[in-house]
Structure formats: structure tokens, C-alpha cells
């Protein structure tokens, strides 16, 4: 199955291979490779080194580990790995190799094991005790069994060749730097409208920007929180603090990437590490699901619909808390997106559901929509699009309860506000995520008042579908529609601001949309 050399540049066999189960999907486990406490001849002092070189056919398991020897008295680990990208035929994956490292406490999944990924998105990393590579997680390198684990993501019709080479650095091992994690709570308004982006990429897993890049778009964006979502990492939950400030809540969190779809682990405890070697068919979901509420985080599965190989989100929406309905700029994907949780909200009525949102407990509710940009790199623009949500206060547990709720809607940007409410005719009043109650027949004023959405329509949608659209907004962008109807008539309501549309009959992308309001007792 897999065809190995390791050694110096001697060519010793690897010796055997095991396929065996994780605890999840199958991984292919490589022989060993084994060090001895000492410098060579033929190497620098105080180091060792020794490669590894092989050969993975079409159809690898998702994980391929290969164990490293540790011996006592290593400073520092350092990994360096390369792989063949043959020319493919029209329509076929090319060769694309993921790397990571699990230490001494193995690979079970779940386990306390891990140390570090990267993806695809570097060819070496390292690990001491007072730094890593970005995506590595900082500490001694202590003696033990560790695993490289490669993930083939995909491979082509020629197979994958990969050579994977391995340095030790002897010597004292240094201190361990104690992490610092930035504040769960900025200066904030008290009870006021906050806007955010929650899925944000840095150099800690495969995007371009610091931290301090990040946080500097994100004021540029006018916005009062962000959540750090970097793809199977928490490695850069200690590099936010500095950033955080009275006007700048910083989150953090994890981009759970796993083949069957990818997850936001929103607002989870610092140093929070969440597992993504599983599939669908593995029935491992709910558990980290779980893993991701006891850490105070919430379950956002992200872009359900992209087209991207394993990006389609494929296990279900029992667990979710809220779903990323918009991400990055306005495409195709979202517009399905949308028209998918718009089914959701139409089975949570049909089910007499939808009284709240959130999930994880008995008598789930309906599920909020969120919008975030997904910004890896320039020219990604940050909070675009934001979630705007009512929330107590600037603080990680307002936000979230707020977002739970559904207590929000999204903008393209921080020139578009909303204000949308129902009202009935005794005075009853309800916002965005909450509930008119009234009689059946009892009519209903829905409002929405809109500014920064010049040359836009504006159109009320109900579990039936549009019921109505207003003419074009003045080029100010700002205007009041208002329209009437009853809770027999339409279960709820929510808002979309739409752009002119390009190719009719599709409509136009959208500018914001809200949350929804429901009517009815």
C-alpha cells in the first residue's frame, strides 16, 4: 500500500505498517523512526537528522502517521516535508499533502496529544520550549513516541511521493513562556447594537495577517468584536492579547475542518483544542459539539454550501447553534445558504418550534443565520459582511447569548443599519429574534428602517416565501417600508436589503438581511 525508505540516505526499511482505527476514520500508522542520543559524524553538533521517503496511492486513509523516536535531551524538533504535484488530466485532483504533529501523549482522538497543524499552508515547522512555527503549540520535547501525521487530501492517479525530513537539536531545553489570553470583556455601550466577524484567518494556520493586522482592519470596519477562527488550531489564542483594547473585544476560537464540512468553534475557552479527524459516517460530531458548549463556545457550522473539496457541510444541523449563512463577499453559495435556512425556519413553525435560539439541550429551537467574511489574505476585506447582534454588554458571554438568540443581522459593511420590529394593535412589541404575541387574526405592522443602502429593494419574506418588496431606496441610501399582515397569515418575518438585481430574474445580492421576527402565540 505504501511504499517507504528511511534512514539517513542509507535506504533502511521502514519495517511494518499497521492500518488500524483512531476512533474514527482509518489511518495508515508508518514504522518508526528512531534516534540515538548522540551527534554523528557527518552532522552538525549537537544535532541528527533523518529522512523519510514514500509513496501513497489513490484511496490513502484520511491520516497517515508516522512516529518519531524522542529521545531524552532534545531542545528542539524540527520538521521539513516536500511532495510530488504530477501533471493530471482535466476534471482530477492533484496532489495535496496536509502535515501536523501529535507528541508523547499519542493520537487518540480527542486526546491530549496534539501539538500542531499547519495544513498545507507551510513546508516546515518547528517546536521548542519558548516558541513554535505558527500553528504549533509551544513546550519542551519530551522523550516518547510522537506521530507526524500527514493528511492526503487529495491524491492523484499517479499517487503522491513525499519526503519528510526530521531534525533533533540536543541541549538544554529552555523555559516554557506561560501564555496570556486577552480579556473576556471590552468597555462597550451596555445594552446597544454590536457588530463582529467571527471568522477571521491569521498566520497561525493558512492566512497572511497577523494578529495586529487583523485587529487593526477590524477598527478599520467599525467593528466592536471579532472571533479568531484559524482552520485545527489554537495557536494563536496567545497572540491576541495585545491587540484587545476598550473599544476591540477579541474572541477566540476554531475553524474545526474536517472532510465532511467545516465548524466554528465561536468564543470557546483560550487554549481550547477541538479535534477534526472524523467524517460524517463516523458519528463523531455531536461529541465535539458537546466539547465546544463545556468550553462556552457556541457550534456554528460555516459556508454549508461552498463548493470546495470537504467544505460542504454534511452533519446536519442538530448540534448547531447558529449557521454562517453569508461568507465573504455575496456569492451563489450564500444565496443557496440562505434559501436552505429559510427552510429551517419553516420547519421550526411547522414543528411549533421557534420560540428561541440555540441548541444543545431539550426543545431546541430554531436557528439563527450569522454573516462573516472568511478574510484569509489581501485583498479579503474584513467584516465583510458583520453580524450585528443586541447584546447586554461587549462582554464574551453578552455576544454570544445575544447570537444564540438570534438577537441580529448582517451588513455588508458598517455603513448599513437596520431597525426592524412588529408591533400589534394593543401596543405589543417584538424585535429581531423575538415573538409577537397576538391573536391569529390580529393585524400585524412590520417596520423596517434602513440607512447606507443606496439604489436598494427592500423585501419581507415569511415561511411562504416574498410577500413583499418595496420600490428602489432614494441614492441616500436610507428610508422607512412598512408593511401589514396577521400571524394566520405569516408565521414569521424577516427582512432582506437587496442590490439591484444583474441577471433577472435572479434577485440581487444581498445588502443585509435580519434575523426573523415570529408572530403569533
Given at each position: 500500500?505504501?511504499?517507504?525508505?528511511?534512514?539517513?540516505?542509507t535506504?533502511?526499511?521502514l519495517?511494518?505498517?499497521?492500518?488500524?482505527?483512531?476512533?474514527?476514520?482509518?489511518?495508515?500508522?508508518?514504522?518508526s523512526?528512531?534516534f540515538?542520543h548522540?551527534?554523528?559524524?557527518?552532522?552538525?553538533?549537537?544535532?541528527e537528522?533523518?529522512t523519510?521517503?514514500?509513496?501513497?496511492?489513490?484511496g490513502?486513509?484520511?491520516f497517515?502517521?508516522?512516529?518519531v523516536?524522542?529521545?531524552?535531551?532534545?531542545r528542539?524538533?524540527?520538521?521539513?516535508?516536500?511532495?510530488d504535484r504530477p501533471?493530471?488530466?482535466a476534471?482530477?485532483?492533484g496532489?495535496?499533502?496536509?502535515?501536523g504533529?501529535?507528541d508523547?501523549?499519542?493520537?487518540?482522538l480527542g486526546?491530549?496529544?496534539?501539538?500542531?497543524?499547519?495544513?498545507?499552508?507551510?513546508?516546515?515547522f518547528?517546536?521548542r520550549?519558548?516558541d513554535?512555527?505558527?500553528?504549533?503549540?509551544?513546550?519542551r520535547?519530551?522523550?516518547?513516541?510522537?506521530?507526524?501525521?500527514?493528511?492526503?487530501?487529495?491524491v492523484?492517479p499517479?499517487?503522491?511521493?513525499?519526503?519528510?525530513?526530521?531534525t533533533?537539536?540536543y541541549g538544554?531545553?529552555g523555559?516554557?513562556?506561560?501564555?496570556?489570553?486577552?480579556?473576556?470583556?471590552?468597555?462597550?455601550?451596555?445594552?446597544?447594537?454590536?457588530?463582529?466577524?467571527?471568522?477571521?484567518?491569521?498566520?497561525?494556520?493558512d492566512?497572511?495577517r497577523?494578529?495586529?493586522?487583523?485587529?487593526?482592519?477590524a477598527?478599520?470596519?467599525?467593528?466592536?468584536?471579532?472571533?479568531?477562527?484559524?482552520h485545527?488550531?489554537p495557536s494563536?489564542?496567545a497572540?491576541?492579547?495585545?491587540?484587545?483594547?476598550?473599544?476591540?473585544l477579541i474572541?477566540v476560537g476554531?475553524?474545526?475542518t474536517t472532510?465532511?464540512?467545516?465548524?466554528l468553534?465561536?468564543?470557546?475557552?483560550?487554549?481550547?483544542?477541538?479535534?477534526?479527524r472524523?467524517r460524517a459516517?463516523?458519528?463523531r460530531?455531536?461529541?465535539?459539539?458537546?466539547q465546544?458548549?463545556?468550553?462556552?463556545?457556541?457550534?456554528?457550522?460555516?459556508?454549508p454550501?461552498?463548493?470546495?473539496?470537504?467544505?460542504?457541510?454534511?452533519?446536519?444541523?442538530?448540534?448547531?447553534?447558529a449557521?454562517?449563512?453569508?461568507?465573504g463577499?455575496?456569492?451563489?453559495?450564500?444565496?443557496?445558504?440562505?434559501a436552505d435556512w429559510?427552510?429551517?425556519?419553516?420547519?421550526?413553525?411547522?414543528?411549533?418550534r421557534?420560540e428561541?435560539?440555540?441548541?444543545?439541550?431539550?426543545?431546541?429551537?430554531?436557528?439563527?443565520a450569522?454573516?462573516?467574511?472568511?478574510a484569509?489574505?489581501?485583498?479579503d476585506?474584513?467584516?465583510?459582511?458583520?453580524?450585528?447582534?443586541?447584546?447586554?454588554?461587549?462582554?464574551?458571554?453578552a455576544?454570544q447569548?445575544?447570537?444564540r438568540?438570534?438577537?441580529s443581522?448582517?451588513?455588508?459593511?458598517?455603513?448599513?443599519?437596520?431597525?426592524?420590529?412588529?408591533?400589534?394593535?394593543k401596543?405589543?412589541?417584538?424585535?429581531?429574534?423575538?415573538?409577537?404575541?397576538?391573536?391569529?387574526d390580529?393585524?400585524?405592522?412590520?417596520?423596517?428602517?434602513?440607512?447606507?443602502?443606496?439604489?436598494?429593494?427592500?423585501?419581507?419574506?415569511?415561511?411562504?416565501?416574498?410577500?413583499?418588496?418595496?420600490?428602489?431606496?432614494?441614492?441616500?441610501?436610507?428610508?422607512?417600508?412598512e408593511?401589514?399582515?396577521?400571524?394566520?397569515?405569516a408565521?414569521y418575518?424577516?427582512?432582506?436589503?437587496?442590490?439591484?438585481a444583474?441577471?433577472?430574474?435572479?434577485?440581487?445580492?444581498?445588502a443585509?438581511?435580519?434575523?426573523p421576527i415570529?408572530?403569533g402565540?
Amino acid at each position: 500500500m505504501c511504499e517507504d525508505d528511511h534512514g539517513t540516505d542509507t535506504g533502511t526499511g521502514l519495517g511494518r505498517r499497521a492500518l488500524f482505527v483512531t476512533g474514527a476514520a482509518a489511518a495508515l500508522t508508518l514504522g518508526s523512526v528512531t534516534f540515538s542520543h548522540g551527534t554523528p559524524a557527518e552532522a552538525a553538533p549537537g544535532t541528527e537528522t533523518k529522512t523519510v521517503r514514500g509513496t501513497l496511492p489513490t484511496g490513502s486513509p484520511d491520516f497517515v502517521y508516522l512516529p518519531v523516536d524522542i529521545p531524552d535531551g532534545v531542545r528542539e524538533l524540527r520538521v521539513a516535508y516536500s511532495y510530488d504535484r504530477p501533471t493530471v488530466p482535466a476534471g482530477t485532483a492533484g496532489n495535496a499533502l496536509d502535515i501536523g504533529v501529535f507528541d508523547q501523549h499519542g493520537t487518540d482522538l480527542g486526546g491530549k496529544g496534539f501539538r500542531g497543524w499547519s495544513g498545507g499552508a507551510r513546508t516546515e515547522f518547528f517546536i521548542r520550549a519558548d516558541d513554535a512555527t505558527p500553528g504549533y503549540i509551544p513546550g519542551r520535547v519530551k522523550a516518547g513516541t510522537w506521530h507526524i501525521a500527514l493528511g492526503p487530501y487529495t491524491v492523484s492517479p499517479q499517487g503522491l511521493s513525499y519526503e519528510i525530513t526530521i531534525t533533533l537539536t540536543y541541549g538544554e531545553p529552555g523555559e516554557v513562556v506561560p501564555p496570556v489570553y486577552p480579556p473576556e470583556r471590552a468597555k462597550g455601550r451596555g445594552r446597544a447594537w454590536y457588530r463582529g466577524d467571527c471568522h477571521l484567518h491569521t498566520w497561525y494556520s493558512d492566512g497572511k495577517r497577523t494578529p495586529a493586522e487583523i485587529a487593526a482592519l477590524a477598527r478599520a470596519a467599525g467593528l466592536d468584536f471579532i472571533n479568531s477562527s484559524d482552520h485545527n488550531t489554537p495557536s494563536s489564542h496567545a497572540h491576541w492579547a495585545d491587540q484587545a483594547g476598550d473599544d476591540l473585544l477579541i474572541m477566540v476560537g476554531e475553524e474545526v475542518t474536517t472532510r465532511n464540512g467545516h465548524v466554528l468553534a465561536l468564543g470557546t475557552d483560550p487554549g481550547t483544542f477541538v479535534d477534526w479527524r472524523y467524517r460524517a459516517r463516523d458519528n463523531r460530531f455531536g461529541k465535539f459539539a458537546r466539547q465546544i458548549r463545556r468550553a462556552g463556545g457556541l457550534v456554528v457550522p460555516a459556508h454549508p454550501h461552498a463548493t470546495c473539496v470537504g467544505c460542504n457541510w454534511k452533519f446536519g444541523f442538530a448540534e448547531a447553534d447558529a449557521v454562517e449563512v453569508w461568507n465573504g463577499t455575496y456569492s451563489p453559495e450564500d444565496e443557496v445558504a440562505l434559501a436552505d435556512w429559510d427552510g429551517m425556519l419553516v420547519a421550526s413553525v411547522r414543528d411549533r418550534r421557534g420560540e428561541k435560539g440555540g441548541a444543545g439541550d431539550e426543545g431546541r429551537g430554531w436557528i439563527p443565520a450569522m454573516g462573516n467574511s472568511d478574510a484569509h489574505r489581501d485583498p479579503d476585506p474584513v467584516g465583510v459582511p458583520q453580524t450585528v447582534v443586541l447584546a447586554e454588554d461587549l462582554t464574551r458571554e453578552a455576544i454570544q447569548d445575544g447570537l444564540r438568540a438570534g438577537r441580529s443581522y448582517v451588513a455588508e459593511s458598517k455603513s448599513v443599519s437596520l431597525s426592524f420590529t412588529a408591533s400589534g394593535p394593543k401596543g405589543e412589541h417584538a424585535d429581531i429574534g423575538g415573538r409577537l404575541k397576538v391573536a391569529e387574526d390580529a393585524p400585524v405592522t412590520v417596520r423596517l428602517e434602513v440607512t447606507g443602502a443606496p439604489r436598494c429593494t427592500v423585501r419581507f419574506v415569511t415561511d411562504q416565501g416574498v410577500l413583499f418588496t418595496s420600490g428602489v431606496l432614494p441614492v441616500a441610501g436610507a428610508g422607512t417600508v412598512e408593511w401589514r399582515t396577521t400571524a394566520q397569515y405569516a408565521a414569521y418575518v424577516r427582512a432582506e436589503v437587496r442590490h439591484e438585481a444583474v441577471l433577472a430574474p435572479m434577485p440581487g445580492a444581498l445588502a443585509a438581511f435580519t434575523n426573523p421576527i415570529f408572530l403569533g402565540r
